[in-house]
């Protein structure tokens, strides 16, 4: 139930991601048109286009948290007997919950602190765009809080225990070298 909510959540962000990004690309070259072919422009273009950016970051970064899809190094953690890879990713969970907090206390600051200042263009509070990192550590710490869990109550298989994608084919640790052909590489 929780991760089917957690899934619908991150096609929706998925799915933000795809409409800033397109909404971006028609801005920023619609406004290239007409600086270069009528001399004019829409002043709102940069302005917006670098708040639907800083968004689309953040959102992407939530994903990436859920999905386990950002970057990391196994060449010790792999080494490990499964206890340590357990001490392992308990503790790179506390110290990423740790700098959550650290994100979303610091990103709350400045979103009370600038609510009563407006952007230079489009005029709406600078809140919204540093809401932004309140956004992203507020659910990161939620989707971090979840996968701690599934640790300390034994919910993850020894493959989860390591916390990186190999490649984009998602082939689960390990597996890869058994995946391949014994006649790979050789004509």
């Known amino acids: 139930m929780v991760q089917r909510v957690i899934d619908q959540a991150c096609r929706l962000f998925s799915f933000l991601m795809v409409l800033f990004l397109a909404l971006m690309v028609v801005m920023v070259f619609g406004n290239v048109v007409l600086r270069y072919g009528f001399?004019?422009?829409?002043?709102?273009?940069?302005?917006?286009?670098?708040?639907?950016?800083?968004?689309?970051?953040?959102?992407?970064a939530v994903v990436a948290i859920q999905k386990h899809a950002h970057l990391g190094t196994?060449?010790?953690?792999?080494?490990?007997?499964?206890?340590?890879?357990?001490?392992?990713?308990?503790?790179?969970?506390?110290?990423?919950?740790?700098?959550?907090w650290l994100m979303f206390s610091g990103s709350w600051q400045q979103?009370?602190?600038?609510?009563?200042?407006?952007?230079?263009?489009?005029?709406?509070?600078?809140?919204?765009?540093?809401?932004?990192?309140?956004?992203?550590?507020?659910?990161?710490?939620l989707f971090l809080l979840l996968d701690f869990w599934r640790l300390v109550t034994g919910q993850l298989t020894e493959?989860?225990?390591i916390g990186i994608t190999d490649s984009e084919d998602e082939i689960p640790h390990g597996e890869a070298e058994a995946a391949m052909p014994a006649t790979a590489g050789t004509k």
Not at 121 to 140: D, Q, R, T
Request: with cysteine.
């Open 74 to 100: 196994d060449t010790v953690i792999a080494r490990l007997p499964v206890l340590g890879k357990k001490l392992c990713l308990g503790a790179s969970h506390l110290l990423m919950l740790w700098l959550c």
């Open 39 to 60: 001399n004019s422009g829409l002043t709102m273009s940069e302005e917006l286009s670098r708040w639907l950016f800083v968004w689309m970051t953040f959102l992407g």
């Open 111 to 141: 979103t009370v602190i600038n609510w009563g200042t407006t952007s230079a263009v489009m005029e709406l509070s600078m809140g919204y765009f540093y809401g932004a990192g309140v956004f992203f550590s507020v659910f990161a710490m």
């Open 159 to 161: 493959a989860e225990l």
